[in-house]
Structure formats: C-alpha cells, structure tokens
C-alpha cells in the first residue's frame, strides 16, 4: 500500500540512479520521457532501436517528430490530453513493419507528477501487440473461412429444393399435357425463379456490405433519421412506434451499414406483428463506453428451439424457401449479426416477459482516432 509523499519521497532516495537506469532499460518497453511540451528528457535503448533518429545522449527533440507524419496531430492530442486531465491516455498505430507486414504499437501516455501533484513531465510507452493483433486477425480469417463453408452448404441446399422443385412441375406438366397442368407447372416455375432471384440479391448484399465506403455518423442522429423516414410505413402496419431516447455521447457508425442493420430489424419486427401492435426502439447508455440500440416487439417471441439458430444464414421460422410469398430468404439476422461485429460490437435476442421478442445491439463509444491506421 502506497504512503504519503514524504514516505515515497525516501523510499525513492534510497534507490540508486544505477538500479533506476536498469529499470528503465529492463522493463521490455520503448519508453520515451518528455517535458509537458513534448520536448524529449531521455529515452530507453529500445527507444532508440524503434525510432532509430533519437538517443538518451541527445534530448531535445520534440517527440512527435518520432512517429509518421499522420500521426503527429493524433499524439499532440493525446499529450494535451494527458497533460490537461493529468490521466493516462492510449492509441493505437503503425511503427515500421516487418518481413511479413506492418508493426502494431499501442502507445500510453502518462502524467510524471512531482510529490505535490503538479506535473513533471509525461511519459511515453510504446507496446508491441503485433503478435496479438496478427493472431486476431488469423482467428477471424479461419472464422470467416468456416461461415463460408457453412453459408456454401446452405447456399447449395436451397438452390437444390429449388430444382427440384422446377423439375417436378415440369415433369407433371409433361406427363399431363393439359393447358391446365402447363399452366400450374409454369406459375411454379415462375414462383421458384422468383426466390431464387431474391436469394441471389440478399447474398450480393451481404456481400458488398463490407466493401461500401465508409460514411461515418452519429448513432443517435441515425436512428432518429431512420425512424422518422420509416414512420409512415410503421403507422400503416397499425403498429405504434414508441421512441425512448437518452441523450448520449458520440457514437461514430458507418451511416449505410447501420441503415441495412435498422432495415432488416425493422422487417423482422414488422412481420412478428400482422395484426398491428407496439414497436418499442430505445437509445441508451449502459456505461461511459458502451451503448446500447434496443428494438423490441409485441409479437410471439421467439421460441427456444429457435433462438440458437436465428443468427445463422438462411435460418428462418417462415417456411419462405418451402414454397412462402414473403420473399424472406433468412437472411437478415445473419446480415445483422456480420455488420455489427464489424462496428466491433454485439448483438443478442431475447424474448420480452408478457410478449414480444427484443433485439439488443451494444456498440462501443468510439472516436475515429482511437481505430488503427487502415490496412
């Protein structure tokens, strides 16, 4: 347990500059000390090998000219803010690369305060996470390979009910030779087409979602927009739209990407509702660095058999594929569930005590300078 300043004051006069050096050259991070301006004091050896243009026998030089210019204006802030609120502060970036691809850093800044509190100086770590961040990245590639094969073996199974499904009428057709049975034989032809061509457009919207450009928005102003652009569809549905929203910090999303997740959470809440009801949507804040995007109907819930499988592609409770009119490929929570993970947040399904099933999507308070550098 830490003592009063006096006590730490001593304990600090008993250790001398030769075991304070070796700490500082020991401890397996670049470290980087600096005045409150920036202004390099002294910098450890791993320091000196990272940036190559620095050395604890020549201080001096302001430390944002270190890092890559595109940086300078993200570590000037993170200096401020460190020196203002006297708290430690962490981004994350790009410093060199290897044989393999770019390095991953985390640097953490933090207040030197002297006995009394004020400020001394600031210190910068820099933390090597490339392993970390190659081995995520390695994770996600086998998990995206794995969905694929997953989404391939439904994509296949449907297209065969399809077939088959063609090729049945037309061999009923064949064998009746009537004007009746052609007929019948070409409307379910025509019906099975159809799904197909609406499978094939949900599977190129999944697939593009990724690849869009990125428009970045605040979550409140587009769930608002959203809502207020859908509000007319929702009344002729004989469904009430009932908006709680609390005020909360920036939360930065991709604008079209989000309006995709509104959309296929809006039609699945609509179609749990035919005869009308209540559509509850809430903004709210479950901490200073997440939010949370409830959207919640008065419907028949879920049922438990299927609330494991409602994210998976082409699950769905509708029986569309089987010959359904509602055009529902199941789809839509699949699409849900891939772009709020890129949003680095998370979405899970409940059902709602008295009725109704909600839809809870928590995504991270984020600002663009705390995401690394694009790939």
């Not at 000219?65 to 993170?78: A, G, K, S, T, V």
């Not at 009537?178 to 019906?191: G, I, L, N, P, Y």
Request: aromatic share 4%; net charge negative.
């Amino acid at each position: 347990m830490a003592g009063p300043p006096d006590s730490r004051a001593a304990l600090v006069g008993h250790l001398d500059a030769g075991f304070l050096h070796g700490l500082f050259e020991s401890v397996g991070l670049a470290i980087v000390a600096c005045e409150p301006d920036g202004r390099i004091i002294a910098c450890n050896s791993a320091a000196a090998d990272l940036f190559g243009r620095v050395q604890s026998s020549t201080p001096g030089i302001y430390v944002a000219e270190l890092f890559p210019e595109r940086d300078r204006p993200r570590l000037e802030q993170l200096l401020l803010d460190t020196t203002t609120t006297l708290e430690p502060r962490e981004y994350q970036t790009q410093l060199g690369r290897d044989e393999t691809g770019p390095l991953d850093f985390a640097v953490l800044a933090t207040p030197v305060l002297e006995h009394d509190g004020s400020l001394r100086g600031v210190s910068l770590w820099m933390r090597d996470i490339t392993k970390r961040r190659r081995l995520q990245r390695q994770l996600k590639r086998n998990e995206r390979l794995a969905y694929l094969g997953k989404l391939a073996g439904a994509v296949a199974h449907h297209y065969n009910n399809l077939l088959c499904s063609i090729a049945t009428s037309l061999e009923y057709a064949m064998n009746m030779n009537t004007m009746t049975a052609m007929r019948r034989a070409a409307q379910r032809t025509a019906e099975a087409v159809g799904q197909a061509a609406d499978i094939t457009r949900q599977l190129l919207a999944f697939a593009q979602a990724d690849h869009r450009a990125s428009d970045l928005a605040d979550l409140s102003e587009i769930v608002a927009g959203f809502l207020h652009g859908n509000e007319q569809r929702i009344k002729n549905q004989h469904v009430e739209l009932r908006f709680d929203y609390q005020p909360l910090p920036q939360v930065l999303v991709d604008r079209e990407q989000m309006i995709i997740v509104l959309n296929h959470v809006l039609n699945n809440a609509l179609e749990a509702m035919p005869e009308g009801g209540v559509l509850r949507v809430s903004l709210a804040s479950l901490g200073p660095e997440i939010v949370c995007l409830s959207i919640a109907d008065t419907g028949p819930g879920i049922s438990a058999e299927h609330m494991e499988h409602l994210f998976e592609p082409f699950f769905t409770t509708k029986g569309v594929l089987g010959g359904g009119k509602s055009g529902n490929a199941g789809l839509g929570l699949a699409v849900v569930h891939g772009l709020v993970h890129d949003m680095h947040g998370a979405v899970t399904a409940a059902n709602v005590p008295g009725g109704g099933a909600r839809l809870d999507i928590v995504l991270p308070v984020e600002r663009p300078e705390d995401r690394p550098p694009p790939r």
